[in-house]
């Protein structure tokens, strides 16, 4: 009998298309069971997200237009891991920037595959507090154009739920982070 639980092994690469932030590669596998299948992957290095919190118990999100998606979606601060970085160096650095906040107070919240069916992505969050308004926010990427909101949790989750926020990295967080945003409601 197989075992159906050992990788596949590797017998071509081929890297399609390789972009600012991923490269897509479509390669061919021996499967456990001996066939052999080609894959599409997404190869991207990593995010880092932040479920921010003020003082008050408000969530600050960011509103940013997506071009994959071709609207702007409401989000958490988030960014890509850049070359060896370390995820919470990505993220301590993002939500400065994004937001014009820097947070005194951090707690992982755990990490998770955006679309294992196809890309190899892995979010790293993090719930940020004690947060304290930078006297003169970091100046945007040049292909971004930021707007910062906030919202209470109930208006927040009403905003899931009606589906004013999609984006699933962003509803992920805040599910990690609901137990610890209701031990200090």
């Given at each position: 009998m197989s075992n159906t639980h050992s990788p596949a092994e590797v017998l071509e690469r081929h890297c399609f298309c390789r972009s600012r932030k991923f490269t897509?590669?479509?390669n061919q596998y021996r499967l456990p069971h001996g066939a052999v299948a080609v894959m599409g992957t997404v190869r991207h290095p990593g995010g880092a997200l932040a479920v921010p919190v003020t003082p008050s118990g408000h969530l600050v999100l960011v509103k940013q237009y997506r071009f994959a998606t071709e609207k702007y979606l409401l989000e958490f601060p988030a960014g890509t891991v850049e070359?060896?970085?370390?995820?919470?160096k990505t993220i301590e650095r993002e939500i400065q920037e994004e937001t014009g906040y820097r947070a005194h107070q951090?707690?992982?919240l755990g990490e998770f595959y955006i679309a294992p069916g196809y890309s190899d992505e892995v979010i790293y969050a993090y719930l940020a507090t004690d947060l304290e308004p930078l006297a003169t926010p970091p100046a945007q990427d040049d292909d971004e154009h930021i707007e910062t909101l906030e919202f209470s949790i109930p208006d927040f989750e009403a905003a899931i739920r009606s589906g004013q926020v999609v984006d699933a990295k962003t509803i992920t967080s805040f599910y990690l982070a609901l137990p610890y945003l209701s031990a200090t409601s």
């Open positions: 897509f590669e479509v070359d060896h970085e370390n995820p919470f951090w707690q992982p």
